[in-house]
């Protein structure tokens, strides 16, 4: 059974730095593609970054230089390293996996067949 669970949300002020995780389980997490996405309320869920089975890595163009995703094959966990964060990072921050194709960086929702429920981030002013 395919399992992926976040953790590491929490309420930091503007500025700081907050860690997520993402623990995969029940699949061959070494040939997927991970990618996290964040839904703010009211607002499309949208991609933030992407890291390919191959260890190439893209994102999106508002956490580039802020936001470094990363990935451990040998736990099965993914994380993202969330520096000088915003009011406007906050949201319910997201881990997605697909099967490894091409294009291998695609953040767009729909080429992302698993899911996890979830770890809320906030940052206040």
């Known amino acids: 059974q395919v399992q992926l669970v976040e953790s590491g949300g929490g309420s930091v002020q503007a500025g700081g730095s907050l860690r997520l995780s993402c623990a995969a389980a029940?699949?061959?997490?070494?040939?997927?593609?991970m990618a996290w996405f964040r839904q703010a309320p009211g607002k499309e869920r949208e991609g933030v970054a992407v890291?390919?089975?191959?260890?190439?890595?893209a994102y999106a163009d508002s956490v580039k230089g802020r936001f470094t995703i990363s990935r451990d094959n040998a736990k099965n966990t993914l994380y993202l390293e969330m520096n000088s964060l915003a009011p406007g990072d906050t949201a319910m921050y997201y881990c997605?996996?697909?099967?490894?194709?091409?294009?291998?960086?695609?953040?767009?929702?729909?080429?992302?067949?698993?899911w996890g429920q979830g770890t809320q981030v906030t940052v206040s002013s």
């Open positions: 997605a996996a697909r099967i490894a194709s091409y294009p291998l960086l695609a953040l767009l929702r729909n080429r992302y067949s698993r």
């Open positions: 890291i390919a089975n191959d260890g190439s890595t």
């Open positions: 029940g699949f061959t997490y070494s040939s997927y593609c």
